[in-house]
């Protein structure tokens, strides 16, 4: 795929994170009882199936998950609108949060398990949160083809379009995420898979911030001028 100057190192940051909502996903589904902290389509959908008694759902953790990702939303749309400035430092900051949310449910994870309620609805909470922030600041970004966590217009664009290797790499990049996050929890368990995210985001936040000190063009609201 080649390089966009008008968003610089955003596209591969982006795609970056992209990984990480497969790996927070497949933890909280595979994991934390059949819900998702980052595709909320999924979890009004598992809703309606809670709500009539379908076996293995809940919809409390669908609520939770639900009213976490609206908080981090919020939160991410109110960061966006005090850092408008600078895209870099923006991404900085929002994967700076995340960071400190992933260790902490990472920790969590290892010392107190992720079976008993408690745990389970905390470590939902945070990672809906987390992944509310994400989906807002990213939005915020604007660079075209790339949410970081849902692909069902992505991937409309991209058979509808015939074109765009990005919507392409971030179809795949999702994937790999799952792919390695299931691994990750059937294998090792949660702790690992939350550990592979945070060292994501932390590689993120330390490109990022090398990338952006002298505020090149990308940096600014919309990007470099075409």
């Not at 909320?40 to 008694?53: D, I, Q, R, S």
Request: glycine share 12%; net charge positive.
């Amino acid at each position: 795929m080649p390089d966009d100057p008008r968003h610089g190192p955003l596209v591969a940051m982006l795609l970056a994170l992209t990984v990480v909502t497969g790996l927070v996903d497949a933890v909280s589904y595979l994991a934390l009882g059949h819900v998702f902290v980052a595709n909320m389509t999924g979890n009004v959908v598992f809703l309606g199936f809670a709500l009539v008694g379908a076996p293995g759902l809940s919809a409390s953790a669908s609520l939770a998950a639900l009213a976490a990702f609206l908080a981090g939303a919020v939160s991410g749309g109110r960061l966006a609108e005090h850092r408008p400035d600078h895209r870099g430092r923006l991404l900085v900051t929002t994967v700076t949060v995340q960071a400190v949310l992933l260790a902490g449910c990472t920790v969590g994870a290892a010392v107190f398990g992720h079976t008993h309620d408690p745990v389970r609805y905390t470590l939902i909470g945070v990672l809906g949160f987390a992944m509310g922030l994400q989906n807002a600041v990213v939005r915020a970004l604007k660079v075209p083809d790339l949410t970081t966590t849902v692909l069902t217009m992505t991937l409309t664009a991209l058979a509808a379009d015939r074109a765009g290797a990005r919507r392409l790499a971030s179809a795949g990049w999702m994937f790999a995420g799952a792919l390695a996050g299931s691994a990750l929890v059937l294998g090792p368990g949660v702790p690992a898979a939350l550990a592979a995210a945070l060292v994501l985001v932390l590689a993120v936040a330390a490109a990022t911030h090398r990338a952006g000190r002298l505020t090149p063009p990308w940096t600014r609201p919309g990007g470099a001028a075409p």
